[in-house]
């Protein structure tokens, strides 16, 4: 088997917060029931009334103390299971600021460390994966860095920004949770079983 290190994205990649904002900007009086459960929709809708602040406040909360209640993307964890079980290396290299840029300090790094250690990425019945396999950096071009300095051969994101900011020898892959279909330079899923066939291993 040709050697494979595949660089995954965290936030709205291996994570799905959409259910979780719904909830926080509900729970708030931001959003009404009718409203989407979607991230971007809740944000678009929070921008157009001038409450742009408002959402960041409540991207601290969602990445913070209510991160227990997002949910992993639609057969993730299978998926990586049997990546490991073809002993491919996994990294996961994600931008993440150690607080968010206003509200309360929580520490955002710990509490995704938290919910990869809920979803049984570090212990010998899941995943097994050591914690030093885990990297979040505090911007974009330390993330780059990070994919290219750890020799990813493989990079999957959400942002076609950052897949556009990745050097051309790496493949590029979008995890395309809406199934856009608007990554053009390299293949996309929106269901994480898919990867093993992108990958042809």
């Known amino acids: 088997m040709r050697n494979i290190k595949i660089g995954l994205d965290f936030d709205?990649?291996?994570?799905?917060?959409?259910?979780?904002?719904?909830?926080?900007?509900?729970?708030?009086?931001?959003?009404?029931?009718?409203?989407a459960k979607?991230?971007?929709?809740?944000?678009?809708?929070l921008r157009s009334q001038g409450k742009d602040n408002d959402f960041s406040y409540m991207q601290g909360e969602v990445y913070g103390p209510s991160i227990h209640m997002a949910k992993e993307s639609t057969n993730m964890i299978s998926a990586l299971n049997k990546l490991k079980n073809?002993?491919?290396?996994?990294?996961?290299?994600?931008h993440k600021t150690v607080k968010p840029y206003?509200?309360?300090?929580?520490?955002?790094?710990?509490?995704?460390?938290?919910?990869?250690?809920?979803?049984?990425?570090?212990?010998?019945?899941?995943?097994?994966?050591?914690k030093n396999k885990v990297y979040f950096e505090s911007t974009k071009e330390e993330k780059v860095s990070r994919i290219v300095k750890e020799n990813c051969t493989h990079y999957v994101d959400d942002l076609i920004e950052i897949l556009e900011m990745i050097p051309q020898n790496i493949n590029r892959i979008q995890f395309d949770n809406k199934n856009l279909?608007?990554?053009q330079k390299g293949p996309s899923f929106s269901d994480w079983n898919e990867l093993e066939d992108i990958l042809d291993i």
């Open 181 to 183: 279909k608007k990554w």
């Open 102 to 130: 206003i509200g309360p300090p929580y520490n955002l790094r710990e509490y995704a460390m938290n919910w990869l250690e809920t979803k049984g990425f570090f212990s010998k019945e899941g995943l097994n994966w050591p």
């Open 12 to 35: 709205n990649t291996l994570i799905n917060y959409d259910s979780v904002f719904y909830e926080v900007a509900l729970s708030k009086g931001l959003i009404t029931k009718n409203l």
């Open 86 to 94: 073809k002993n491919i290396e996994i990294i996961i290299v994600s």
């Open 38 to 45: 979607s991230k971007l929709k809740i944000r678009d809708y």
